[in-house]
C-alpha cells in the first residue's frame, strides 16, 4: 500500500501539459519514393583491386545494390576468402540517390558515397584492410532537417 501512496504524486506531476513552442524541426524526406518500382539486377557500384598474394588470384572488391528500399543499398564485400555484406542507407536529401565507390588513400580500401545535388561526390563509408582484418567506418555523418514556425 506504502508503494502505490508513493506513485500518486509521481503521476499527478507526469501528466502535466507541454506548452506548445513556435518553433519545430521535422525531417522531410517526402518528395522521393520510399520504396524503389524498378530494382536493379547488377550492380550500381562498383570497386575492386588484387591483392598482393602472388599464388592466388585473389581481390578486393566492394559492389553496392539496389534494394527495394530507395535509400538503402546492399554492400557486398569480398577480401581474399571472405565475402561479407552490410546495409548502406543514404540520407534523404530530396533528391534521387546516386551512389559511387572512390580508390581510397591505402592500398585494399575504398569510400562508399553519394553525389550531392550538384553532383559532388559526398564520402560516406570507408571499406577498408587494415591487419588482414577488414574494417568499415563512418566517415562523415550528414542529415537534413527543415525548421517552420508555427
Do not use: H
Not at 6 to 13: A, G, N, R, V, Y
Amino acid at each position: 500500500m506504502k508503494y502505490y501512496l508513493f506513485l500518486i504524486p509521481l503521476f499527478l506531476f507526469s501528466c502535466g501539459q507541454k506548452k506548445p513552442t513556435n518553433q519545430s524541426a521535422e525531417l522531410v524526406n517526402d518528395t522521393i519514393p520510399q520504396i524503389r518500382k524498378i530494382i536493379k539486377k547488377e550492380a550500381v557500384a562498383s570497386y575492386s583491386e588484387k591483392t598482393k598474394d602472388l599464388l592466388n588470384n585473389w581481390r578486393f572488391a566492394v559492389d553496392l545494390y539496389e534494394t527495394p528500399e530507395t535509400f538503402k543499398y546492399l554492400a557486398t564485400i569480398e577480401y581474399e576468402t571472405l565475402n561479407e555484406t552490410d546495409t548502406i542507407i543514404i540520407p534523404n536529401f530530396g533528391i534521387q540517390p546516386v551512389v559511387e565507390i572512390q580508390r581510397g588513400e591505402q592500398p585494399l580500401s575504398c569510400i562508399i558515397g553519394f553525389q550531392d545535388k550538384k553532383g559532388a561526390f559526398m564520402k560516406y563509408k570507408e571499406v577498408s584492410v587494415k591487419n588482414k582484418q577488414l574494417k568499415i567506418a563512418t566517415v562523415q555523418r550528414y542529415a537534413r532537417t527543415r525548421f517552420r514556425k508555427k
